[in-house]
């Protein structure tokens, strides 16, 4: 048997390329690569400066992106800018140039292949530049050009107390009704919202109706009117007056009301103010709900302000277990004591002069303790409803809350509250105190804080000590909340607007 040697593969040849004679694998185009590209520019048609727009806002429109330089997202941008002129070929890599962050340029490296002569396929390398432009939204314009609001809500309350209005704007930050919102302006005895569009204005109104009792109107003035298109431009001016009535407050009934509620006393306290005005009965813990439309039909004033309160302290209290009401009565609270009290002032520690009252704060109140009320005794009051009343029936003194060592329950919060951003215009210098005080009332009390984000406040450590613990009422780590904390991938505090 005879063995032959098979022959060896035949290796592929070159030729001569068509145009230089440069020998060169063979190829559909039968050119190389060089006299390829001087005959065939694939990136033709693809422009190679492209302007993109920037705008510095903090909320930004539904038409912008957030963007950070060198990101994904602004790499996603500049390639949707040239989606349209790259049909024709395919996108094989992309990425970006360094530039200084100052020159308002933007550089980005394609790799691209196309179909050429005969089925060859060539791939090109080159750059495309970005030139970054400043630009303003329709809502920038409108804001320089003044005329930025087409509809206005003006929030007001009569009252010396900004109570309700810390509690309100707790509710709109965790209902997030301020992002619509143009402008927040915070002037005397309320606040003042600006919406571009009607609808924004109408559905705040509607929110308000529905956690506060309140009453409103509305108008409109003609900006302009196109007689060609039939069109009109109006400015809607939304006005809503809350209850002149907060919490803490001694008011004075009507007897007609006052019939209506149970037979409750004339005189009570505003114990807390939410979608209606709930009233206690300090001399028999009845308890009633005003709302809105009731109020407006009977209104009532309230009798004294904050500043008007006086301290007293306790000299001797008898908790009164059994009380028997009249016919007709309403329901009584079960989160309340009755007691009668013997109190004094502490301005008048030097006299043998008491008061004796009864009080729904008898589950909190012991001998020696400090109380903040109302002196009627030694008081000149404008009220009709209280100068009708039977002096026999009219309180010396009517206790509001127990008192507690401020500066330490300051040093013992650990918590904070969200505000709006808004601007302000003669602002009192009691401000801050009576911001304290509505921080005292979440303390106090449970169910107003429920309708609130409380966050913990990680940058203040609460100072402890056996010494401090007064008894007075706190906010459980189990009801706070984490703040969030929002950075970009490079970790700075925000990212610039392009647009999309």
Not at 56 to 80: D, G, H, I, Y
Request: hydrophobic share 35%; net charge negative; aromatic share 8%.
């Amino acid at each position: 048997m005879e063995y032959m040697q098979a022959p060896a593969p035949s290796s592929q040849g070159n030729i001569l390329c068509c145009t230089c004679g440069v020998p060169i694998p063979p190829n559909p185009a039968n050119m190389c690569v060089a006299c390829l590209r001087t005959q065939v520019d694939i990136s033709e048609g693809i422009p190679k400066q492209v302007t993109v727009h920037f705008v510095e806002k903090e909320e930004p429109p539904a038409t912008w992106v957030q963007c950070a330089l060198e990101s994904r997202e602004l790499l996603a941008l500049c390639l949707k800018k040239l989606k349209s002129s790259m049909t024709k070929v395919r996108l094989i890599d992309a990425g970006f140039l360094w530039t200084e962050p100052h020159s308002k340029r933007i550089k980005m490296k394609l790799t691209i292949q196309k179909e050429v002569m005969n089925g060859a396929i060539l791939q090109q390398v080159f750059v495309v530049e970005f030139v970054v432009q400043y630009q303003m939204c329709d809502d920038c314009h409108r804001v320089e050009a003044k005329d930025f609001w087409k509809a206005v809500v003006q929030v007001r309350q009569k009252t010396v107390h900004k109570k309700t209005f810390y509690y309100l704007e707790q509710l709109i930050l965790k209902h997030k009704l301020h992002q619509n919102a143009l402008n927040i302006k915070e002037i005397h005895e309320g606040i003042d919202f600006y919406y571009g569009s009607k609808q924004h204005a109408q559905k705040m109104v509607d929110f308000l109706q529905c956690t506060v009792p309140c009453r409103s109107k509305t108008s409109q003035r003609l900006i302009s009117h196109d007689i060609h298109s039939n069109t009109y431009n109006y400015k809607s001016t939304f006005s809503v007056e809350i209850v002149p009535v907060c919490k803490d407050n001694v008011v004075c009934l009507s007897p007609r009301l006052a019939q209506s509620l149970g037979n409750m006393g004339q005189v009570c306290v505003c114990v807390r103010v939410t979608s209606t005005i709930h009233l206690i009965d300090p001399r028999t813990l009845q308890i009633a709900e005003v709302d809105g439309n009731t109020y407006w039909r009977n209104p009532f004033n309230s009798l004294c302000n904050p500043r008007q309160l006086e301290e007293f302290i306790v000299m001797d209290i008898d908790i009164i277990r059994d009380q028997k009401l009249g016919a007709g009565a309403g329901m009584r609270s079960n989160k309340h004591t009755l007691a009668d009290v013997w109190v004094q002032k502490t301005s008048e520690m030097d006299t043998s002069q008491q008061y004796h009252c009864r009080t729904f704060l008898g589950h909190l109140l012991n001998i020696g303790d400090l109380v903040m009320g109302f002196d009627f005794a030694n008081s000149n009051i404008n009220d009709d409803y209280l100068n009708q009343m039977n002096p026999h029936h009219v309180p010396d003194v009517v206790l509001i809350k127990k008192s507690y060592d401020r500066s330490r329950r300051v040093k013992r919060r650990n918590w904070k509250l969200q505000e709006m951003a808004k601007d302000r215009e003669g602002m009192d210098t009691d401000d801050e105190r009576q911001y304290q005080d509505f921080l005292e009332d979440l303390e106090e009390d449970e169910s107003l804080r429920k309708n609130v984000n409380i966050y913990r406040d990680a940058a203040k450590i609460p100072v402890e000590s056996d010494t401090d613990d007064d008894g007075a009422p706190r906010i459980s780590l189990m009801e706070m909340l984490e703040e969030l904390s929002l950075n970009d991938a490079t970790g700075g505090e925000g990212a610039d607007m392009m647009t999309d």
